[in-house]
């Protein structure tokens, strides 16, 4: 018995490791009911399977000659229909009791409204700001979001905060949550949405009360700062990348890029560019950015146009003016979206992808 | 593989209103066929009230949301030009069973003719939907996307009515889905009569054999039937 | 009027007739199974190569599959390319592979045998509904010249109006599969309510004729509301009707809970004639009849019922009010008892039998493992708040092909074992095929539990590119689809081997007392003899 029990701690522990950092207040209650369930199925496979292997050797034929004419048992036949039948029920119970708490938002949650669409996640904030791809919340305070979606179904999921709700056009969804580790936290696109549905990808910062009050005076968040909770290890994505590009790299010169290049590079990661313009020559949803600067671009009416630095304004504040030949005018505009001082640096980077 | 003996192996005598056929090998004799055959129709029948419920379903869904929309809508149906549908099938379905009767009797002359009736009126029908869809596609009455707003409007003006609603190009939508998958059957429902008209006219159904004649009765039942509740829940709104 | 086949030295219905177009054209129930089973295998490959593509792409977060070959040139997997490789795997292995597998393939064969009918009740029907379901594959899989599909196998509105053109195709073929489908069922309902033969009372029924008894009922009743939602799909894109479409004022939401109306069902219909099958082998190698007769029969009534009530638990984070998702996960729970009640009833069939390991029971126990797990990580999902952190995710991928291929494919794979020599005539080598068994037992395992883990750490499905984070998982199962490829050309080729060349098989190997098997091996035209009359039931095995 006291090995069983035991055993169970053990399971508990191995299973909670195997789960995303437990970062808000409903994950803690769900982390326990999952636990719950993943130490139940261990029983009832152990109960299943031990039975079925026991019997299938105890029994093998080699031993038992002679078998029993056995046809049923109804003492037996009604425990393996009501046991399971009650713990469903707890189970059930459990579950939407935790399921209350992820819905039920306090009235006094802060809200931000998002947007998805393909294939990035826009906020707006009470003053009026909008990030992309950045949802920027306090710690220790409930957050309500309020989302739709320009285009098809997405869905916004935060796997360390346990919840997850899908964005649809023309309807407003919600989902709340009250964060309780400070830091980066990744947000998926869990709704299949097309093309590049898999790099559809967000992050959650959560600021300490000292960061909150500056983000709320409108000063920048140096995200640099800011450590990484669970998923989404950025250390870890730089390394993979980096062997990537030695990889790819080996033998050509590596351009070292600097200042308003890099900060440009650092712009189109964030604003979701990079889910559908390659800078490598890869043609995903929309043109690859890869020498394209200075030389002439096909259009789809067969015209060409230069791309200079006017052309690349254009294209990122009125997308389907001039649409690249082979591809369709489906990029939403950034206009508003991108500040002036970061336009000149994407301009800046652009230029540095030479043929 | 031997489906039916042919004819040169029966030396029976039939008895008046017969007709010589065999049932199928694997069958023991063929009462346990037809009830067999007539059993699969009623399944296939229950297939097609739950394809149809679809519709319905979504029918009732959009008319709970909007039923101010359904009742704006409707008035720019002809609800004169429905009714004389639902005559016209009413009809065919009495024919139909009288052409079934005759063919039970082994009366070959008189279920030739009771079908050639019903064919016409499934005719009938198709002639009158053809009129009421000219109409509806002429004033841009069109399902969804392709609804024009500014000569529906002009048209209920010339009804006497109004049609404002931004949802109506969904009553259309509904309207042409029902009606249109309604008339895919009833030209089916013609194809399988005109099949039946040729057999019969060849005298294959008698008093021991009228199966294909039953089960192509039942089906055409239905699609009476289901233009009987499509026809109050287009034309005859609120 | 009785004219029973004469049984000719040396003819059975391999041989009766040859020629390619006396296949084509037969009405005989065992040829139409046969080339089901033909046909249905040639997808599973087809749609296995789109699965070996989509796990050697998960070798590395990124871009994986970029290499240059001689004569070839250059084969590049990018998102777009991706997408469509999951579209087609799920699309082909859902309504071309699973959804017919069992029913078509060895329910044809074997259903009438086991009633000791000499054919279904509508032969002609039954021809007619193969070449539905070819017609269905052709329309479906030309749409690979129509810039391929990149739905989805669930082709969720509204991203489906907006796809490729070959959606309607694809979408179109999944329409016209699914009246093969229906007129399958809709033959084997009456079939067995009126071809059964003299003594063969319902109480007496074989386990696996129930199972396709309540796999019938769901496919006659839940496709045609499949089928006028494709229906609709298409007027949408076509008419552009605006009932699915929140661009034009309709209700995308709506599109899933029409959907899932037929496809949750869909999903019993795929795994209940696999239950069906494991309670036929089982007591025949335990030499023990079947443990509670009347439970299992009757709980896969009640599974098909409750199939109907429960769709909207695919929709618990949809936005579909909490009213509606309470109900739907109160009433999934209930799905697990009746399938408890099967699995505790074959493990105790096994009690003080006298167990002997031939393939089909090897494959039967490994069903047993595989469908457990199945089962029980399908609780979590049923649990509300559970399923909103899982759903999406690989674990949602993890447990349903724990059921699909763990439950449905190895029942199938133990059912092809099972009646191989009676539909072909041959014996097996039964070492070959042990180790196949091996393989593919671990191959699966290895391939899919990985998945269960990487889908609870938050890793979503139809994904092309991860986080670093999951790749030593995804890794280990890229590597467990070899074992599971390895293990089934093996299968192929003994099996192919054992057509060519293997021993004649006896009629009656597994000494079972189904009336399939007091026929000769293979059975004669007509399946019987002489119309055999039953006088006990088919488990009634004592030492």
Redesign the interface.
């Known amino acids: 018995m006291l090995l069983k029990w035991l055993s169970f701690v053990w399971m508990s522990e191995a299973s909670a490791s195997t789960l995303p950092l437990q970062g808000s207040e409903v994950a803690r209650s769900w982390d326990q009911l999952y636990i719950f369930l993943v130490a139940l199925s261990v029983f009832f496979f152990i109960l299943v399977v031990g039975g079925m292997l026991y019997f299938a050797v105890k029994y093998r034929k080699s031993v038992s000659k002679t078998t029993e004419y056995i046809t049923d048992n109804h003492v037996i036949e009604a425990v393996w229909t009501v046991i399971p039948a009650i713990l469903l029920m707890v189970i059930f119970g459990w579950g939407y009791s935790v399921y209350v708490k992820m819905t039920q938002a306090p009235s006094d949650a802060y809200e931000v409204r998002v947007i998805g669409k393909q294939w990035l996640w826009q906020f707006q904030y009470d003053d009026g700001r909008t990030t992309i791809n950045e949802l920027y919340v306090p710690v220790n305070k409930p957050v309500k979001l309020i989302m739709t979606s320009e285009d098809v179904i997405h869905s916004f999921f935060i796997p360390n905060f346990r919840v997850k709700q899908d964005v649809v056009p023309q309807m407003y969804s919600s989902v709340w949550f009250q964060a309780t580790i400070p830091g980066k936290h990744q947000v998926f696109c869990t709704e299949y949405c097309g093309a590049s549905h898999s790099q559809m990808l967000a992050k959650v910062i959560v600021l300490d009360d000292q960061q909150w009050l500056s983000w709320r005076m409108g000063k920048k968040i140096d995200l640099n700062l800011l450590p990484t909770a669970g998923l989404g290890d950025e250390a870890l994505a730089a390394a993979v990348k980096k062997q990537d590009e030695e990889k790819a790299a080996s033998g050509k010169p590596t351009v070292q890029l600097t200042g308003l290049a890099a900060e440009g590079k650092a712009v189109m990661q964030a604003k979701g560019c990079i889910a559908c313009h390659s800078f490598d020559g890869a043609k995903l949803t929309g043109p690859t950015l890869k020498g394209v600067f200075g030389h002439d671009v096909e259009l789809l009416d067969g015209s060409k146009v230069l791309a200079d630095e006017n052309y690349i304004r254009e294209s990122i504040e009125n997308p389907t003016a001039k649409v690249v030949k082979g591809f369709s005018p489906i990029m939403p505009t950034f206009k508003g979206l991108v500040s002036e001082t970061e336009l000149n640096a994407v301009i800046a980077y652009i230029k540095t992808l030479k043929e | 593989m031997s489906h039916s003996h042919s004819s040169s192996d029966s030396s029976e005598q039939l008895a008046p209103g017969m007709v010589d056929h065999h049932h199928a090998h694997h069958f023991a004799n063929a009462s346990e066929e037809f009830e067999a055959s007539k059993q699969g129709m009623w399944l296939f029948m229950v297939t097609e009230v739950l394809m149809v419920g679809g519709l319905f379903v979504a029918y009732a869904i959009f008319r709970s949301l909007y039923p101010e929309m359904f009742k704006e809508a409707h008035h720019l149906l002809d609800w004169k030009l429905g009714m004389v549908n639902t005559i016209v099938l009413i009809t065919s379905s009495l024919t139909m069973v009288l052409a079934v009767a005759a063919a039970q009797r082994g009366e070959h002359k008189k279920t030739v003719r009771y079908l050639i009736v019903t064919l016409l009126c499934g005719l009938a029908f198709l002639f009158v939907k053809k009129i009421e869809y000219t109409a509806k596609i002429e004033h841009g009455l069109l399902p969804g996307g392709l609804f024009n707003f500014e000569h529906a409007a002009e048209y209920a003006k010339s009804h006497g009515t109004t049609l404002t609603h931004e949802k109506a190009p969904l009553f259309f939508s509904l309207y042409f889905m029902m009606t249109g998958i309604h008339a895919l059957h009833v030209i089916i429902g013609m194809g399988l009569i005109t099949w039946l008209t040729i057999r019969a006219s060849r005298k294959e159904f008698g008093s021991n054999y009228y199966t294909p004649m039953e089960l192509v009765g039942f089906y055409w039942h239905f699609v009476d039937l289901v233009w009987i509740y499509l026809f109050p829940l287009l034309y005859l709104v609120g | 009027?009785s004219?029973t086949a004469h049984a000719v030295p040396g003819t059975h219905y391999l041989n009766n007739?040859k020629g390619l177009m006396s296949w084509l054209k037969?009405?005989?129930h065992k040829r139409i199974g046969v080339m089901y089973l033909f046909t249905i295998l040639f997808f599973f490959f087809i749609g296995g190569l789109f699965a070996l593509g989509i796990r050697l792409e998960l070798m590395?977060?990124?871009?994986t599959i970029d290499f240059t070959l001689p004569l070839i040139g250059r084969i590049?997997m990018?998102?777009?390319t991706y997408?469509r490789f999951f579209t087609y795997h799920g699309a082909i292995m859902v309504f071309l592979v699973i959804i017919p597998s069992i029913p078509a393939a060895l329910g044809n064969f074997v259903l009438?045998m086991m009633l000791g009918?000499?054919?279904?009740?509508?032969?002609r029907?039954n021809l007619m509904s193969y070449y539905l379901y070819i017609l269905g594959a052709i329309v479906a899989l030309s749409s690979l010249l129509l810039h391929g599909v990149?739905?989805?196998w669930t082709f969720?509105t509204?991203?489906s109006i907006?796809?490729s053109t070959g959606t309607i195709m694809v979408v179109l073929g999944a329409f016209i599969a699914g009246f093969s489908s229906?007129l399958t069922g809709?033959?084997f309902?009456?079939t067995i309510?009126?071809?059964r033969a003299p003594g063969l009372s319902w109480s007496r029924l074989p386990l696996f004729c129930w199972a396709l008894y309540a796999t019938s009922i769901i496919q006659?009743?839940?496709?045609?509301?499949l089928?006028?939602?494709l229906?609709?799909l298409v007027?949408?894109r076509v008419?552009?009707?605006?009932?699915f479409?929140?661009?034009?004022?309709?209700?995308?939401?709506?599109f899933q809970h029409?959907f899932w109306f037929y496809s949750h069902p869909a999903v019993y219909i795929m795994i209940l004639p696999g239950l069906g099958v494991i309670s036929e082998i089982i007591p025949v190698f335990?030499?023990?009849?079947?443990?509670?007769?009347?439970?299992i029969a009757y709980s896969s009534f009640g599974i098909a019922l409750i199939a109907f009530i429960v769709w909207g638990h695919h929709l618990f984070?949809?936005?579909q009010s909490?009213m509606a998702?309470?109900i739907f996960?109160?009433l999934t729970?209930?799905v697990?008892?009746p399938t408890?009640?099967k699995?505790?009833?074959?493990?105790?069939t096994?009690?003080?039998?006298?167990?002997?390991?031939n393939v089909p029971m090897l494959y039967a126990?490994g069903f047993?493992?595989l469908f457990?797990?199945g089962g029980?990580?399908g609780?979590?999902l049923?649990?509300?708040?559970?399923d909103?952190?899982l759903?999406?995710?690989y674990f949602v991928i993890a447990h349903f092909h724990y059921v699909m291929v763990g439950g449905t494919l190895m029942a199938m794979t133990g059912g092809i074992h099972y009646w191989f020599p009676k539909m072909s005539g041959k014996m097996y080598s039964e070492k070959s095929a042990l180790w196949a068994f091996i393989l593919i037992l671990i191959g699966f395992n290895v391939t899919f539990f990985p998945q269960f883990?990487v889908g609870?750490?938050?890793m979503?499905?139809?994904?092309?590119?991860?986080?670093?984070?999951f790749?030593t998982l995804n890794q280990i199962s890229t590597v467990g689809s070899w074992f599971l490829l390895a293990g089934f050309v093996w299968v192929a080729v003994y099996l192919w081997k054992a057509i060519r060349s293997g021993e004649n098989a006896p009629g009656n190997p597994w000494e079972a007392l189904t009336l399939e098997w007091q026929s000769p091996s293979p059975p004669p035209?007509?399946n019987f003899v002489e119309t055999p009359t039953v006088t006990s039931w088919p488990?009634e095995?004592?030492?």
Do not use: C
Not at chain 3, 220 to 225: E, F, H, I, S, Y
Not at chain 3, 460 to 469: A, G, H, N, Q, T
């Open positions: 009027m004219s007739e037969t009405l005989d590395t977060p990124g871009q590049v990018d998102a777009p997408n009438p009918a000499k054919d279904v009740a509508f032969p029907l990149d739905t989805g969720y509204p991203y907006r796809a229906i809709l033959n309902i009456i309510h009126k071809l006659v009743l839940a496709t045609p509301v089928a006028i939602t229906l609709l007027a949408e008419l552009k009707i605006g009932i479409d929140p661009a034009l004022g309709g209700d995308a939401v709506l029409f335990s030499r023990k009849p079947i443990f509670g007769y009347r439970a984070v949809s936005g909490e998702n309470f996960s109160l729970m209930f697990a008892v408890g009640i699995v505790f009833s074959w493990v105790a096994l009690y003080r039998g006298s167990i002997r390991f126990l047993l493992e457990t797990i029980l990580t609780v979590f049923a649990t509300l708040s559970i909103v952190h759903t999406d995710t883990i609870a750490q938050g979503p499905r139809r994904y092309w590119y991860y986080l670093p984070e790749t035209l007509e488990y095995y004592r030492s």
